[in-house]
């Protein structure tokens, strides 16, 4: 049985992986977060408290660590740049530390904002990053903390993440069922990726001999915009959408304009594909569904 220990166990990613695990492998699992969840099955555990991570880890002795944690509030980053910086580059080193010393397997989260956005073919992981915005400093940070201090270490690059939680679907949804104008950028573009797709891959990567860096987004890519039109299509609403350009939408953050990310690495070392963006959306909603369902 694997001791499999998650820090950010409430956030989209750390929901989709504990999910998954409780489901269908052999685990035993300590989960963390910043906040305990109401039955407190999820402790909490500030990766940005360093005596805590350590002594936490070094008592739970997990075979394996995923570190989901970070701050995701991209234009928050940019005015609370220390809070950023300790949540996405420190913790991490901390975790990395405590799990060089044990020996245990650690999965630790990036992401394609590490790139400027200006290539015009997928990146794949030899691509040399350059990030536009604080929360892409800070990750890329935690990046070269964790590699250094864990060599062992797994870092998987996604992008524009949807599961349990607030997120661009949610919110497109939400707007919809408001009446709401809405308007959606069309020169970004990004392939959305379900936290579920993510965890599935770290499940598979958890029983291989990898390490270094990978980049885990669903396949193909689409404009912000695409992705909008998607999501209405998929649920049978009929909406008026805009297509607008990014200095239409100014924001805090600069974000790339194409980060869309190659699994190259997934693909040629293991013959690992993730799910079409359209077909993983498709998986989501479905479920989204049923759970509405349920609620009545
Ligand atoms: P979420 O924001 O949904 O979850 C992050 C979790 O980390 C939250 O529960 C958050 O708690 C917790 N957390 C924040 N600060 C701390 C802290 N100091 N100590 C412990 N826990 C903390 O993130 P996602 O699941 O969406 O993202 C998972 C990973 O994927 C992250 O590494 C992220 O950078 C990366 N990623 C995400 C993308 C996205 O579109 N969301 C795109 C690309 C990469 P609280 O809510 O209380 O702050």
Redesign the pocket.
């Known amino acids: 049985m694997k001791r499999v220990f998650i820090?950010?166990?409430?956030?989209?990613?750390?929901?989709?992986l504990t999910g998954l695990l409780k489901e269908n492998h052999d685990c035993l699992l300590y989960l963390?977060?910043?906040?305990p969840d109401e039955k407190n099955v999820v402790k909490k555990?500030?990766?940005?408290?360093e005596a805590s991570v350590k002594a936490e880890i070094s008592a739970f002795r997990p075979d394996v660590i995923v570190?989901?944690?970070?701050?995701?509030?991209v234009d928050l980053c940019e005015t609370e740049q220390e809070k950023a910086y300790?949540?996405?580059a420190l913790?991490p080193k901390y975790i990395a530390e405590a799990a060089n010393e044990i020996n245990a397997k650690l999965f630790?989260?990036?992401?394609?904002?590490v790139y400027d956005g200006q290539a015009d073919t997928p990146y794949v992981e030899e691509s040399r990053p350059n990030p536009i915005s604080v929360?892409g400093r800070t990750?890329l940070a935690?990046d070269y903390y964790v590699m250094g201090c864990c060599p062992d270490a797994v870092i998987?690059?996604?992008?524009?993440?949807?599961?349990e939680?607030?997120?661009?679907v949610k919110t497109m949804l939400r707007l919809a069922d408001e009446g709401k104008s809405i308007r959606v950028v069309a020169d970004q573009f990004v392939t959305p990726?379900s936290?579920l797709e993510?965890a599935r891959v770290i499940v598979f990567l958890m029983n291989t001999d990898c390490r270094g860096k990978y980049h885990a987004t669903c396949e193909g890519s689409t404009s912000w915009y695409g992705f909008a039109c998607k999501i209405f299509e998929l649920t049978g609403r009929d909406v008026r959408i805009d297509a607008i350009s990014t200095p239409e939408y100014p924001a805090p953050a600069k974000r790339p304009p194409y980060s869309v990310l190659d699994n190259k690495k997934l693909r040629e070392l293991h013959g690992y594909y993730m799910k079409d963006w359209a077909d993983a959306l498709k998986e989501y909603l479905d479920g989204i569904e049923r759970y509405r369902c349920h609620e009545i």
């Open positions: 820090t950010g166990a409430l956030g989209q990613l750390g929901r989709a963390t977060d910043s906040v555990l500030d990766i940005t408290d570190n989901c944690a970070a701050m995701t509030a300790n949540i996405n913790g630790h989260i990036s992401t394609d904002y929360y990750k935690g998987l690059h996604t992008s524009g993440l949807y599961g939680g607030k997120n661009f990726t936290a993510l």
